[in-house]
């Protein structure tokens, strides 16, 4: 639809996860009316987050060295790993201030429509952190979706026999919602993870 440079920035905004046609038009007028040193500034801070930034080799979390600071911290419970789909669910979990364990980030959830395998994902790398007799407690911390619950059934079972005490993230409810709005599913779930009211 534009020329040159301007279709250019729009195309490649739309291929961001989330960005659709309209989306990406915004953005790109945006920056053609932002003033150069926010550009300049964008630009920098598009090129240092891939100069500097890594995914740790033990856990697969972003870091800007070898270890993410997660893996540095001493105070964290070692006998206790939380596996997550990916680096933004880390975060995710670490606001709720509830896990004071370590992660281990899978990279994705199996997908066989999008041609993704258990080898396509961090699995090896998290079996071999299991085969240390430091971890008493693996939770899976998938998304819970077709492709999350396929990723945590396939672990649990890869899992078992191990010695390892395996649980999976209760879901059901959200706190502020009405209960006609809840699908069977979550609602089915809720009824599962059900908990004694102390009386």
């Known amino acids: 639809m534009y020329e040159g440079a301007v279709q250019d920035l729009i195309d490649e905004l739309g291929r961001l996860p989330g960005v659709g046609p309209k989306s990406a038009q915004r953005i790109a007028f945006h920056i053609l009316s932002s003033d150069k040193d926010d550009v300049a500034r964008l630009v920098a801070a598009l090129t240092q987050v891939k100069d500097k930034v890594r995914f740790c080799d033990i856990c697969g979390n972003v870091a800007e060295q070898a ?94 026999g191990m010695g390892i005490a395996v649980s999976r993230l209760a879901s059901g409810l959200p706190v502020g919602g009405d209960l006609e709005y809840a699908d069977e599913v979550t609602l089915g779930r809720a009824f599962e993870g059900r908990r004694r009211v102390e009386s």
């Open 67 to 160: 270890t993410c600071r997660i893996c540095q911290d001493p105070r964290r419970n070692p006998t206790v790993l939380c596996v997550v789909e990916e680096a933004k669910d880390v975060v995710a979990i670490e606001r709720t201030r509830e896990f004071r364990g370590r992660y281990h980030v899978l990279g994705g959830a199996i997908n066989p429509i999008d041609g993704v395998g258990p080898d396509d994902l961090r699995i090896r790398e998290l079996m071999t952190r299991l085969a240390s007799d430091e971890i008493e407690e693996v939770i899976l911390a998938t998304d819970p979706n077709i492709e999350g619950e396929a990723t945590a059934t396939y672990l649990s079972r890869m899992l078992r």
